[in-house]
């Protein structure tokens, strides 16, 4: 079973700024089968990046995916104000699938 | 345009039995693998299991397994997610969740349903 670990938990910054999450597999993820989420409050979370570095439908540029193996990186270019979020990475290469804790990133 | 509409918030007594629903249209229900994911509250996301509506082949994770049942009816397009005697642990919002890709087990999830809130209290 694949555990993933994500850091910071909280990421504090200002608009315009540039953020840079992490998240960790106990595993190496196959085939880079890693996405990630976006969730705002009492919002469904919603699909940002998935294979690691692929955009989903109508995700801004601002951001991206990157990584493989057991180390992988969602970055935000620049902050916009709807970017001030809780943001999840997932692993969906083998069963169990699962979530990371989660890392929030709030304004500075 | 695809949609998951889940049945509505609910209230329930320790021990009482619960079948919450998520209804997929737009898409050819058949053919996609559906999650339920749990969040309890102020907490992350947990991936419970997920069914392929087209032969109900189903997995669970093993924090779940034994814990609730998951099901799918393929004529009305609906997915269940079914508790048989109730914690008050199990308050939490729970939500279905499709697979990006058609048949594929290994995608992500483009789509979420609203959620449905469930309540279990004494």
């Known amino acids: 079973e694949i555990v993933l670990t994500q850091s910071p938990g909280t990421l504090s910054l200002s608009p315009g700024e540039r953020a840079t999450l992490s998240c960790r597999a106990s595993?190496?993820?196959?085939?880079?089968?890693l996405a990630w989420y976006q969730q705002k409050p009492g919002q469904a979370p919603r699909l940002l990046i998935y294979?690691?570095?692929s955009r989903a439908t109508g995700i801004p540029d601002r951001f991206s995916g990157s990584g493989s193996g057991t180390d992988f990186t969602l970055t935000i270019s620049r902050l916009d104000p709807e970017d001030f979020a809780v943001y999840y990475c997932q692993q969906y290469g083998s069963s169990p699938q699962a979530f990371g804790p989660g890392t929030k990133v709030d304004i500075k | 345009e695809v949609q998951l509409v889940q049945s509505g918030a609910e209230v329930k007594k320790p021990g009482e039995s619960l079948k919450i629903s998520c209804k997929g249209s737009?898409?050819?229900?058949?053919?996609?693998?559906i999650a339920w994911v749990r969040q309890m509250p102020g907490k992350g996301l947990e991936w419970m299991g997920i069914i392929y509506p087209g032969d109900s082949d189903t997995r669970y994770s093993p924090s779940f397994q034994g814990q609730v049942t998951i099901s799918a009816d393929k004529s009305i397009s609906t997915a269940y997610l079914q508790w048989s005697s109730l914690k008050a642990s199990d308050s939490a919002m729970y939500y279905c969740a499709r697979h990006s890709s058609s048949y594929d087990i290994n995608s992500a999830f483009a789509y979420w349903g609203q959620g449905t809130l469930a309540t279990v209290s004494s």
């Open positions: 294979g690691a570095s």
């Open positions: 737009g898409y050819s229900f058949t053919n996609y693998w």
């Open positions: 595993q190496s993820v196959s085939s880079s089968h």
